[in-house]
């Protein structure tokens, strides 16, 4: 009976005591991945891994991706983050290229089609079929054009894997 205690007390207390160490990642990531770091503390950075990040690797090695390029020379750019301090890793899959064509596409369609109803002027005249010809086609491929380039400037992050 007393041995069942002892038992119930010590699984009870391994089930209370937190997880110190979560895995970040269950595949290796490549050097130059880029990469989000959650931290601990609060707030997120991102850059390009310098050094592959596993699944038992302690610490990132990276530098802040922006337009010039990381070397691994340039000690100042170089920053060490603990994998202790993150609490989540996200990478970079792409950007919003897709999203913003079909946005802006729809909203300049949307404004031209505004502009249309509240002015009276003969291209715009749905009867005719110069709405959609002259109007609807020209504003939608212009208005995908400036939200893809838009898009493509925001990054589409997904969860390590």
């Known amino acids: 009976m007393r041995r069942r205690c002892i038992e119930r007390a010590c699984a009870a207390l391994l089930a209370a ?11 290796p990531l490549d050097s130059a991945t880029v990469v989000r770091l959650h931290l601990l503390r609060g707030g997120t950075v991102s850059g390009r891994l310098l050094v592959p990040f596993g699944p038992d690797s302690t610490r990132f090695t990276w530098c ?44 300049l369609v949307g404004v031209a089609a505004t502009f249309c109803a509240l002015t009276d002027t003969g291209g715009c005249d749905p009867a005719r079929g110069g709405f959609l010809s002259y109007v609807a086609l020209p504003t939608a491929l212009v208005g995908s054009g400036i939200g893809a380039i838009v898009g493509g400037g925001i990054p589409k992050w997904e969860e390590a894997p």
Not at 17 to 27: C, H, I
Not at 95 to 105: C, K, L, N, P
Request: charged letters at 25%; aromatic letters at 4%.
């Open 64 to 107: 802040p991706a922006g337009r010039g390029g990381c070397r691994w020379d340039a000690g100042r750019t170089r920053r060490l983050t603990p994998a202790a301090d993150v609490r989540r890793v996200d990478v970079r899959r792409g950007s919003r290229s897709t999203q913003g064509a079909v946005i802006g596409g729809a909203v």
């Open 17 to 27: 005591a937190p997880v110190s160490a979560q895995q970040l990642v269950y595949l």
